[in-house]
C-alpha cells in the first residue's frame, strides 16, 4: 500500500520554464511534507517543506502548494536551470514524528 | 561541515557472507535513521534510534538484519547471512530529535550481493 505516490517518473522542462512535480498521499493523517533532491551517486537533499496549517510555502525558485482536500502537493521550480536536474522525492510524516514515507521519485530533467 | 559519512561506499560479495554498513552521523545530530532504496519498493525506513537507542525497527525485513549504535557518533547496519535480494543502495542519514528536522543524508552504499 503505497501512501504517497509520484505517478510521473520522469518530466523533461526546457531550461527558464516552469517545473510543476507532483505528488498525492492516501493517509489524511499526514500533515507534513517535505521534498528531497537527489543527485546520482549521492544522498537525497532536502529542498523545502510545508505543514498541513499552509497551502504554501516558497524559498527562492522553489514554491510548494498544498491542498488537503484532494490530498495533493506540487513543488514548482520557475525559472528551471540545468543543474536542476536530478530525481525529485516527495515525503509525507506527521507532526512531531520522525518517520518519513516517501515517494517513489521523479526525475526531472531539464533541457537547454 | 561534515555531513553523515558512510562507508563502504560499494560491496561487492558473495551470498551467505556477512556484511556491515557504517555510519557517522552529523555532530550534535541525535537521530541517525538506515534506509534502503530499491527499484522495486523505493527509498524505504528500516530503523531509527534516538540517543543511541532503537526507536523503531518495523521496517527491518528480517532476522538476518541488525542495526546498532554503540555511541553518538557511529552506527551498523548488520545483514548476516547475506541474500541476492539484498542488493540496494543503503542510506543513513541524521537529524536534530526536534520536530520536523530535516534528515540529513550520506552518499550511501552500493551493496551487491552475488
Known amino acids: 500500500d503505497q501512501q504517497v505516490k509520484q505517478n510521473s517518473p520522469s518530466l523533461s522542462v526546457q531550461e527558464g520554464r516552469i517545473s510543476i512535480l507532483n505528488c498525492d498521499y492516501t493517509?489524511?493523517?499526514?500533515?507534513?511534507f517535505l521534498w528531497y533532491k537527489k543527485y546520482p551517486a549521492e544522498g537525497p537533499t532536502f529542498l523545502i517543506s510545508?505543514?498541513?496549517?499552509?497551502d504554501k510555502n516558497e524559498d527562492g525558485r522553489f514554491t510548494v502548494f498544498l491542498n488537503k482536500s484532494a490530498k495533493h502537493l506540487s513543488l514548482h521550480i520557475v525559472p528551471s536551470q540545468p543543474g536542476d536536474s536530478a530525481v525529485y522525492f516527495c515525503?509525507?510524516?506527521?507532526?512531531?514524528?520522525?518517520?518519513?514515507?516517501f515517494g517513489q521519485g521523479t526525475r526531472l530533467t531539464i533541457n537547454p | 561541515d561534515a555531513g553523515v559519512i558512510q562507508s563502504p561506499r560499494h560491496e561487492v560479495t558473495e551470498m551467505g557472507q556477512e556484511v556491515t554498513l557504517r555510519c557517522k552521523p552529523i555532530s550534535g545530530h541525535n537521530s541517525l535513521f538506515w534506509y534502503r532504496q530499491t527499484m522495486m519498493r523505493g527509498l524505504e525506513l528500516l530503523i531509527y534510534?534516538?540517543?543511541?537507542?532503537?526507536?523503531?525497527d518495523s521496517g527491518m525485513p528480517e532476522d538476518r538484519f541488525s542495526a546498532k549504535m554503540p555511541n553518538a557518533s557511529f552506527s551498523t547496519l548488520k545483514i548476516q547471512p547475506s541474500e541476492p535480494r539484498d542488493s540496494a543502495v543503503y542510506f543513513c542519514a541524521s537529524s536534530s530529535q526536534n520536530s520536523n528536522q530535516p534528515q540529513h543524508f550520506g552518499d550511501g552504499t552500493r551493496l551487491s550481493i552475488l
Open positions: 534510534f534516538n540517543n543511541n537507542v532503537p526507536i523503531d
Open positions: 515525503a509525507a510524516t506527521f507532526q512531531g514524528a520522525q518517520k518519513l514515507v
Open positions: 493517509n489524511s493523517m499526514f500533515d507534513y
Open positions: 510545508i505543514s498541513s496549517i499552509k
